[in-house]
């Protein structure tokens, strides 16, 4: 049966969290494919998933190709790239469908870290640094008209800042839509590692991604400072 959106899902050794955001999205399945896209679990992921899912695509462990793997199987108007930690608002569909009516191709949510007060003010800063920019994170559940995602060749297929990447080539060919409407995503890698360490981690990135250093450098100092 067509349904007019794909919920498109990377995994990689998600079994604490996996059961939680599919049960959340259960609810969306009459209008929605949800499609994991597996980067080679070794844990119970898949096997927790497959009840709970329309589709499981296996793809090389990265995100980007993850996505891409899953997005060329999906068979609806509208992608939706949600992380396994992140939930959607409950019209999130109605939401995302009257915002490419209004002559828009793809956009983003706002976005809420869960956690410590000062959590807010950095969702919040994200918030505005995205209205600012016309770039999204992966973090702020990016969903785009398929037709635009295949005519861009989807996600660049590099280590790290995929979403900044996409989000360039996406804003070149249309300008984002913006909803103000909230996800809900775990601050649990900003407490776990520290909250201004991560801070100070992930402009240090940005900075030189923007400066022209290569992804797979960016990705190697991520994950030594992540540990």
């Known amino acids: 049966m067509y349904k007019k959106f794909s919920i498109i899902i990377p995994t990689f050794n998600e079994e604490p969290i996996i059961k939680k955001c599919l049960l959340a999205l259960q609810p ?38 993850q996505m ?56 919040q800063m994200m918030n505005w640094r995205s209205s600012l920019t016309g770039i999204a994170t ?23 800042m995929e979403d900044i990447a996409l989000s360039k080539k996406l804003k070149s060919e249309s300008t984002p839509f913006c909803l103000k409407d909230k996800v809900q995503s775990s601050g649990r890698r900003w407490q776990q590692f520290g909250l201004f360490q991560t801070i100070l981690l992930m402009w240090n990135l940005r900075l030189r991604y923007w400066l022209g250093q290569s992804p797979d450098k960016l990705a190697k100092l991520y994950y030594q400072e992540q540990g």
């Open 68 to 123: 891409n793997a899953a997005a060329k199987l999906a068979q609806s108007e509208v992608l939706i790239f949600l992380h396994a930690d992140t939930f959607l608002p409950d019209n999130a569909l109605t939401l995302i469908e009257q915002g490419l009516h209004s002559n828009k191709h793809w956009g983003r949510f706002n976005i809420n870290l869960t956690g410590p007060s000062v959590l807010k003010i950095i969702s």
């Open 138 to 160: 992966g973090d702020q559940v990016i969903f785009v008209r398929q037709t635009l995602f295949e005519y861009v060749k989807g996600y660049p297929e590099i280590a790290l």
């Open 28 to 65: 969306l399945r009459q209008q929605a494919t949800l499609i994991i896209a597996d980067g080679g679990s070794q844990d119970k992921t898949l096997s927790m998933a497959t009840p709970l899912v329309d589709k499981i695509v296996h793809a090389d462990k990265g995100r980007a190709k």
